[in-house]
């Protein structure tokens, strides 16, 4: 999902590079590498709470709006920041 991101907002050709334990997307001015996972991957729910004591409720369109703002501060600080 973060390659696909990162390419519909770059614009850019995406190289793949595949090794034996990790797989890296290579776009015009950035890298983004992960590590393989061999195996079952891990049962996250086991580290979620069946129930929880408080609920938050937020309006959708709100938060979405909020998290652009912030990704754009983000993105900035990024590339200001050496490599």
Do not use: C, H, N, Y
């Not at 997307?25 to 004591?53: C, M, N, V, W």
């Amino acid at each position: 999902m973060e390659a696909q991101r990162a390419a519909d907002s770059l614009g850019s050709e995406v190289r793949l590079m595949l090794e034996s334990s990790q797989v890296t997307f290579a776009f015009a001015d950035r890298r983004l590498t992960t590590r393989l996972i061999e195996g079952k991957f891990p049962d996250f729910r086991q580290l979620l709470p069946s129930d929880f004591e408080r609920r938050l409720e937020v309006d959708r369109a709100e938060l979405i709006e909020v998290v652009k703002r912030v990704s754009v501060v983000g993105a900035r600080a990024a590339r200001r920041s050496p490599r």
